[in-house]
């Protein structure tokens, strides 16, 4: 690392310290000089605007800046964590999208503070751009009804176990069964947070957040120490809306928080799903008043409609091709659709695969017979399945999820758990967490969270 690139982070941190994330100002100078150059001036006096010349003024004068993001960036190290900037090959990209986040009625609801990220720390192994790459949002009510934590513990599993990643805001209810689910299923999940990452909040998923940074990752815009003040709540969920895929709502009151995340998803052109909750329910309101007043928000009701919606979004918005094209690449699709269906695990018949995917048998055979052909699939026992990669040991059973469990139960009954009900079988083996790079895209297996 140059000293110009050292510089620039030192610099970056103390303007998130300056400044809240998200702050158009800041995030405009440092676009037009550098983070050096921006925090030079801001120190200066030379903020454009009088309400941030006061801010800056305000916590400079309580501790020298420059200091502060020496401090921050030494504790980080000493955690285990490290600093993202834009100069990283790590850097999501997608959060760029925010430069056209626009928000109109700014009010106690609305916050205006939608620029994008100046960096981030990451707690965990995977690297930061490959763990959004395939990722959805699944958020919703922390006051989340029975029905609600069954549902997004399901949407998490699922999602996972089609090596989707699921990222959430590691609150109670919704965000933590769908983090839970995810882990459930041996895959990745992010938790975005609004605070540091060595005091995720609440402190009641405090276990919850360790399994996450072995196997996942943690993610925030503020340094290690900075406390969950209310407001930056709303500023961290425009980075959820803006870094994943799509977003799915499962439970909102009338002014959650979460439809906040579904609001930005739409204004950047992200799809934005809605599970659909009992009308005499008061944590399905703001989720149904979301489906009247947009009509580019799905109603979903299952992982096969999530992955129809963010599979065509992930074509659309994917990168160029680079170098030969693998078998997968030009599927149609239907094809596409019927291949993110099968389950990592076990033998599924084509009649449950075309209820999943949409589509008629018939239409489902000719499409797997397609796919079989690619080698994208194989007949095994009446059924399809995965190919095995090198190295995988022989896979038990002929169910659609991993051995001994049951894809379509929620959370078990009792003990507070939201691991899927075993059926039959032993305990799946404990699953070794993906080293930093390069590895397959599994984790842990379930342990009380």
Known sequence: MTD??????????????????GNWPVYRLVAELGAVA????????????????????????????????????????????????????????????????????????????TAPPLCFWVRGGWPLDEALDRSVAVVGARAATSYGVHVATELGYGLADREWTVVSGGAFGIDAAAHRGA?????????VLACGVDRPYPMGNSALFDRIAETGLLVSEWMP???????????????????????VLVEASARSGATQTMRRALAVGRPAMVVPGPVTSAMSVGAHELLREYESARLVTGVPHVLEEVGRIGVDLAPPARGPHRPGDLLDDEAALLRESLPRRGVVGPDVLAARAGLDVRTALRKLALLEELGLVVRRDGGYAIPPRRGDPPVPGTGAGPPGTDQRAGPAAGGGSDCPVATT???PASRVSPP????????SACTDG
């Open 425 to 427: 079988g032993p305990e």
């Open 38 to 113: 921006a925090l030079d001036l801001l120190l200066d006096g030379g903020a454009p605007e009088e309400r941030l010349r006061r801010a800056v003024a305000a916590r400079a004068g309580s501790a020298d800046p420059r200091a502060v993001s020496a401090q921050a960036l030494a504790r980080t190290e000493r955690l285990g964590a490290r600093l993202v900037t834009p100069a990283d090959a790590e850097w999501p990209g997608r959060v760029g999208d925010l430069n056209r986040l626009v928000l109109s009625g700014a009010s106690r609801w609305v916050d205006t503070e």
């Open 436 to 443: 930093p790079t390069g590895s397959p895209r599994r984790a």
């Open 183 to 191: 882990l459930n299923a041996g895959g990745v999940t992010v938790a």
């Open 4 to 21: 110009h690139d050292h510089a620039d982070r030192l610099a970056r941190i103390a303007l998130t310290w300056l400044a809240e994330p």
């Open 225 to 247: 120490g900075a406390e969950p003040l209310r407001p930056r709540f709303l500023i961290r969920n425009r980075v959820i809306a803006v870094a994943t895929l799509g977003s």
